[in-house]
């Protein structure tokens, strides 16, 4: 794995590995949240990422995300990125309209803008374009069919009076980051219990699979890697009073080690 690849990696774990956890909404008070996580690679501290969500109950919502990567591995090269997305909740599913990333990894900027309707892509902008490659699954337009983009299921409203439902982990998510499209299939693992500011108990484990389907380059170890990956998970915690879930932690197997996100700062007013 690249440091690009890496950085990719990181930013993506606090933007894409939540998305598509689309179970129905209960009733959930308003709420402005900031969650903010320190990352670590193989134990050593190497960045941070940050979530500011605003939401209402039925109502529209909207998503800010940053994360940095330095550290240690400043010397190589270091990466930054923003995103931002914001949709509607619906009474059974997260409706996102609009989706925008800008990610640096070393001298590489990227970009992708993105907007959606009824889980369709109508408009995508992405800089720079995917290069031509013999080995690459092409893009199709049903790929950009009935799809969530990367940051918006990072809101996980659940039903019943137990926000904490293993539930919330029985499901397929059907992901297009505009460039690729690809599932995570999840499975309930454990409970589990955790601790930080703003929030301290019991967080619903979720097993990772990575499913590419399209825009993936089969024959790159990075891909066969992530295919065999069984060491991913997303650890789900409760947004103040509300039924609606977001990740505590996020782990990642990599070639270069494990890439974990825990949040120092879970619940309390968005700036």
Same mark, same amino acid.
Not at 58 to 65: L, N, R
Not at 95 to 106: D, E, F, H, K, Q
Not at 202 to 224: D, L, N
């Given at each position: 794995?690249?440091? *690009?690849?890496?950085? $990719?990696?990181?930013?993506? %774990?606090?933007?894409?590995?939540?998305?598509?956890?689309?179970?129905?909404? =209960?009733?959930? %008070?308003?709420?402005?949240?900031?969650?903010?996580?320190?990352?670590?690679?193989? /134990?050593?501290?190497?960045?941070?990422?940050?979530?500011?969500?605003?939401?209402?109950?039925?109502?529209?919502?909207?998503? #800010?995300?940053?994360?940095?990567?330095?550290?240690?591995?400043?010397?190589?090269?270091?990466?930054?990125?923003?995103?931002?997305? *914001?949709?509607?909740?619906?009474?059974?599913?997260?409706?996102?309209?609009?989706? &925008?990333?800008?990610?640096?990894?070393?001298?590489?900027?990227?970009? !992708?803008?993105?907007?959606?309707?009824?889980?369709?892509?109508?408009?995508?902008?992405?800089?720079?374009?995917?290069?031509?490659? @013999?080995?690459?699954?092409?893009?199709?337009?049903?790929? @950009?069919?009935?799809?969530?983009?990367?940051?918006?299921?990072?809101?996980?409203?659940?039903?019943?009076?137990?926000?904490?439902?293993?539930?919330?982990?029985?499901?397929?998510?059907?992901?297009?980051?505009? =460039?690729?499209?690809? #599932?995570?299939?999840?499975?309930?693992?454990?409970?589990?219990? !955790?601790?930080?500011?703003?929030?301290? /108990?019991? %967080?619903?484990?979720?097993?990772?699979?990575?499913?590419?389907?399209?825009?993936? $380059?089969?024959?790159?170890?990075?891909?066969?890697?992530? !295919?065999?990956? $069984?060491?991913?998970?997303?650890?789900?915690?409760?947004?103040?009073?509300?039924?609606?879930? %977001?990740?505590?932690?996020?782990?990642?197997? &990599?070639?270069?080690?494990?890439?974990?996100?825990?949040?120092?700062?879970?619940? /309390?007013?968005?700036?």
């Amino acid at each position: 794995m690249t440091i *690009s690849h890496f950085f $990719r990696s990181a930013l993506g %774990a606090s933007l894409f590995l939540t998305a598509g956890l689309t179970p129905s909404l =209960a009733a959930a %008070a308003s709420a402005r949240t900031a969650i903010n996580y320190g990352v670590t690679l193989a /134990g050593f501290p190497i960045g941070t990422a940050n979530l500011a969500i605003n939401l209402s109950d039925g109502g529209p919502y909207k998503i #800010d995300a940053s994360a940095k990567v330095g550290g240690l591995i400043r010397l190589i090269s270091d990466g930054r990125g923003s995103a931002s997305s *914001s949709g509607k909740l619906g009474s059974s599913q997260v409706r996102p309209t609009a989706y &925008t990333l800008t990610s640096v990894a070393g001298k590489k900027p990227q970009s !992708v803008q993105m907007a959606l309707a009824g889980g369709n892509v109508t408009a995508l902008q992405l800089q720079p374009d995917l290069p031509p490659r @013999k080995d690459r699954v092409p893009l199709t337009d049903a790929n @950009k069919h009935g799809v969530i983009d990367p940051l918006s299921a990072v809101l996980v409203p659940v039903t019943g009076g137990q926000a904490l439902d293993a539930s919330a982990c029985r499901r397929s998510l059907p992901v297009f980051d505009g =460039a690729q499209r690809f #599932d995570i299939k999840l499975s309930y693992a454990r409970t589990e219990q !955790v601790s930080g500011k703003g929030y301290a /108990g019991p %967080a619903i484990v979720c097993s990772a699979r990575y499913v590419p389907i399209a825009g993936h $380059r089969p024959s790159r170890s990075q891909t066969k890697f992530m !295919v065999e990956n $069984r060491d991913i998970e997303l650890w789900l915690a409760p947004i103040g009073e509300t039924h609606v879930l %977001a990740p505590f932690k996020i782990i990642i197997g &990599t070639q270069i080690g494990r890439l974990t996100l825990t949040a120092s700062r879970f619940g /309390g007013d968005a700036d």
